[in-house]
């Protein structure tokens, strides 16, 4: 099993920035991609962001490209999630979610393909 805590949200005013991070532990070697998902009230959780284990690739939601980075540290078994430029509509709770998959460009997205999920960590934009 593979536990991760998600750290880092709270209220922001509009264009502020806000780092979220995911703490991973348990069976961490057996995890190969991780992401972040959003869900707002009255929404469906979508994906935000996605990084692999290893190698460069990352992968983001047309919606917040060019304001948030995904990054990690495999030392500390992290995944971090910088958002910039805030907006009301990125108001949501943040969700860190990981698999033992790889997990292609096609269905990094779809949340049905991770295995583990933390509990959640809220983020409010103020306009």
């Known amino acids: 099993q593979v536990q991760l805590v998600e750290s880092g949200g709270g209220l922001v005013q509009a264009g502020g920035s806000l780092r979220l991070s995911c703490a991973s532990s348990?069976?961490?070697?057996?995890?190969?991609?991780m992401g972040w998902f959003r869900q707002a009230p009255g929404k469906e959780r979508e994906f935000v962001a996605a990084?692999?284990?290893?190698?460069?690739?990352?992968y983001y939601a047309d919606s917040v490209k060019g304001r948030f980075t995904i990054t990690r540290d495999n030392a500390k078994n992290t995944v971090d999630l910088q958002m910039n430029s805030l907006k009301p509509e990125d108001a949501a709770v943040y969700y860190c979610?990981?698999?033992?998959?790889?997990?292609?460009?096609?269905?990094?997205?779809?949340?049905?393909?991770?295995?583990?999920w933390g509990q959640g960590t809220q983020v409010m934009v103020s306009s």
């Open positions: 990084i692999r284990w290893t190698g460069p690739n990352t």
């Open positions: 979610a990981a698999t033992r998959r790889f997990l292609s460009s096609v269905v990094v997205t779809n949340e049905a393909q991770y295995d583990y």
């Open positions: 348990g069976r961490t070697s057996n995890v190969y991609t």
